[in-house]
Nanobody
Framework: QVQLVESGGGLVQAGGSLRLSCAAS????????MGWFRQAPGKEREFVAG????????YYADFVKGRFTISRDNAANMVYLQMNSLKPEDTAVYYC??????????????????WGKGTLVTVSL
């Protein structure tokens, strides 16, 4: 089992940057594929980015390609989401999620095993 705690959210102007962090507990962190998801008010939770347990492969939703970068540090049990060129439509609660022993490229919200409580990102004009 793994517990996830997100941090790094906040208020930023359009065009700015934020770096989200996700701290994971447990000794088997390196066995988990990790993902970032987001949920805006009145909308369903959606996939943002995913990373293979080894860090060798990364996956992105089309709306963040070229702007966001997911990375991980297995020695520190951390996952990051670097967000650049932020837009008002990126405003949402961002969640970190984990799925053990998964090597595929599909990161559906209903396929992830563990979730953090989220961190709010607000992008103003």
């Amino acid at each position: 089992q793994v517990q996830l705690v997100e941090s790094g959210g906040g208020l930023v102007q359009a065009g700015g940057s934020l770096r989200l962090s996700c701290a994971a507990s447990g000794r088997t962190f390196s066995s988990y594929a990790m993902g970032w998801f987001r949920q805006a008010p009145g909308k369903e939770r959606e996939f943002v980015a995913g990373i293979h347990w080894s860090g060798a492969s990364t996956y992105y939703a089309d709306f963040v390609k070229g702007r966001f970068t997911i990375s991980r540090d297995n020695a520190a049990n951390m996952v990051y989401l670097q967000m650049n060129s932020l837009k008002p439509e990126d405003t949402a609660v961002y969640y970190c999620a984990a799925r053990q022993y998964y090597s595929g490229s599909y990161y559906g919200a209903n396929t992830m095993n563990y979730w953090g409580k989220g961190t709010l990102v607000t992008v103003s004009l």
